[in-house]
């Protein structure tokens, strides 16, 4: 065991974690006064939701006992056998439980990306359901295909660093479909819908940059090389993404803050999957073209009239479906031996695999997520009564709102 | 003669309200967000543990300047859109008003209170 690496990776844990509030600001900045409590909840819980979920089964669905490569199995149940020990399986130098520790941080994040899509409207009954379901049938089983000792997609030599499937991909593509369900806000296309508090969105980018990486980076599980590999492309990125975006949306009118902020933020999104297996220069790649793919598709998506509202498929379902297939054209075992080369560099075969991955990802979380929300809207309901969503969700769930 | 409609709708009617009134061709107006409550009592809201109550409830206040045979079309636009049959829908206050002066053109009275394609314009289009 080393104890650099432990500490590093110790460290990123918290740095993880503080992105699903960065997030939830990030959210809750761009809704109406009324619906701002609700925004900041729907991330919120999560926290809460998936670490007991993730110690209880999640876990061990994820990176348990393989079996036939689509799934784990129950033998860390509960955390048993999740202890100070390093898990060679996984990582040789840090503790089993700092490891599980790190994925939870992951686990957490990502359900909350998705609930950019069901805002403003959806039944917080309904959400909760859903967001246990999602986790377990969608998340875990992914994760395992991706990261378990095991999976089938890891078998065959997927390059996906720190969750450009996972987590982005998985993400954007279960929006999309959730949107499809739910359906649009009351008024969309007709009343405004500004944001409320753009400050509050601006902090959390900020944060969530920073945040990243401890996403990115500490996905090294080691205080080492590709570590800082990854921290100088992910900032690479953010930083040419956020240029791009500031430069389109002078191309609009004049250069918007939220503008530049999503820009950071698409950068980041895209750089995931090969923050640890290119160099920087290609993150500048990367981020530069991230930002217009990205941009272009909120356009797409607007033009459509669908209501997604927060377009968690622009930014990070895209963002990401090119950073998987740029990781397939620009990895080198240069900057990580333990990776494997990309079309670029001699392994045409590499762009393949990757595209397999992204397209089985897409199809997967897409269905998947299509069917728990379709069976819920049959069931339960997704949507609050119209009454409810006039006065807003602050008040109509959660009896609270956010200035008096 | 001009009149002065305040009328003082639920928070969440507004956009049908403006709907109804750009429909009928009121065009200029303006709101204000006002605190208050008639005869009902408020609403019961939650803290980190157990509740508290609110007396003043937050409405909007639409403000209208129109000519005085263009009231009733206007109240009953209003009435219609602001309704929802629960306590808290509103009230509606008419006051005369002396002067109206339009500050870019300084037109006064009728003059200042009538825009291109208006409530006025739409029923001379009518036919008789």
Redo the contacts between chains.
Sequence with gaps: MNSGDTAWVLVCCSLVLLMTPALALFYGGMVRKKNLLSTLTLSFIFMSLISVQWVLYGYSLSFGADIKGLIGGLNYIGFTGVDALPNAAYSQTIPHGLFAAFQMMFAIITPALITGALVERIKFKSFLIFGLLWATLVYDPLCHWVWGQGGWLKEMGVLDFAGGTVVHIAAGFSALAFAMVIGPRKGFGKSPMEPNNIPLTVLGAGLLWVGWFGFNAGSALAANGVAVNALLTTNTSAATAGLVWMMLSWLDGRPSTLGIATGMIVGLAAVTPASGYVTPLTAMFIGAVAAPLSYYSMRLRDKRNLDESLDVWACHGMASTWGMIATGLFATVAVNSGGANGMFFGNPNQLGIQILAVIVTICFSFGATYVIAKLLHWSIGLRVTPMEEEVGLDISSHGERSYS | MLKKIEAIIR???V?DVREALKKIGIVGMNMIEIRGHGRQGG????GRAG?YQIDMLTKIQINIILSDNNLEDTIEAILNSAS?GEPGDGIIFIYPVDEVIRIRTRERGQEAVMYPNDIDAMKKKEPA
């Design positions: 928070e969440d009617k956009n609403i019961k809201l939650l509740s929802t």
